[in-house]
């Protein structure tokens, strides 16, 4: 599951396109690809889609906070 928004993460990043279709394309290939391999309702798709983002942007949160914190580190 988790290729999909990587690749559009790059692909958007590589050809200049807008943030925003980036982010509505991987949300929508994520959940397509939870659906298809875990075969579950488009309510739970929707629920784990979501459980999804919350945990990428904590991830991306804390590995932001850690590059930002030995970047100003002294010496």
Known sequence: VGPFPA???VVTATFGLPPVLGVVV???LDAAAI????DRSPRLT???TFIHVVVTVIL???L???LALFASAPG
């Open 7 to 9: 690749g559009v993460a």
């Open 60 to 62: 991306g949160a804390v």
């Open 46 to 48: 929707a629920y784990v």
């Open 64 to 66: 932001f906070a850690l």
């Open 35 to 38: 659906h298809f391999v875990y």
């Open 26 to 28: 991987a949300l929508a």
